[in-house]
């Protein structure tokens, strides 16, 4: 079982960036497949970003590409969502999640990953961006 903790969450203006960073205990390694969701008030919980550290593949939401950047430390054993350019809209609380042992084809292969594939979550921390 994955226990995550996420960090580095606040309020900043539009423009500015924030790095989260998660830290995982359990039992990860190259072939977890690893994301960064988000939920805003009244909306559904959406990827924002996934990485297969075994190939590096990485997958980014529309809205994000070009301004977000997931990357994974496997010396620390955390995974971290640098975001520059922060929009009003992204403003949400942030969740970092793992698939386990379980294994997630659209991952591995670039595509976008719905929440429920994955397995293990942390407690979320808010971004909020103001204009």
């Known amino acids: 079982q994955d226990h995550l903790m996420e960090s580095g969450g606040g309020s900043v203006q539009t423009g500015e960036s924030l790095r989260l960073s998660c830290q995982i205990s359990?039992?990860?390694?190259?072939?977890?497949?690893m994301g960064w969701f988000r939920q805003a008030p009244g909306k559904e919980r959406e990827m924002v970003a996934t990485?297969?550290?075994?190939?590096?593949?990485?997958v980014y939401a529309d809205s994000v590409k070009g301004r977000f950047t997931i990357s994974r430390d496997s010396a620390q054993n955390s995974v971290s969502l640098q975001m520059n350019n922060l929009k009003p809209e992204d403003t949400a609380v942030y969740y970092c999640?793992?698939?386990?042992?379980?294994?997630?084809?659209?991952?591995?292969?670039?595509?976008?990953?719905?929440?429920?594939?994955?397995?293990?979550w942390g407690q979320g921390t808010p971004v909020t961006v103001s204009s």
């Open positions: 990485i297969y550290p075994h190939n590096t593949v990485t």
């Open positions: 359990g039992s990860t390694d190259s072939r977890t497949c």
């Open positions: 999640a793992t698939a386990g042992r379980q294994f997630v084809s659209s991952c591995v292969v670039g595509l976008t990953s719905t929440a429920d594939r994955f397995v293990y």
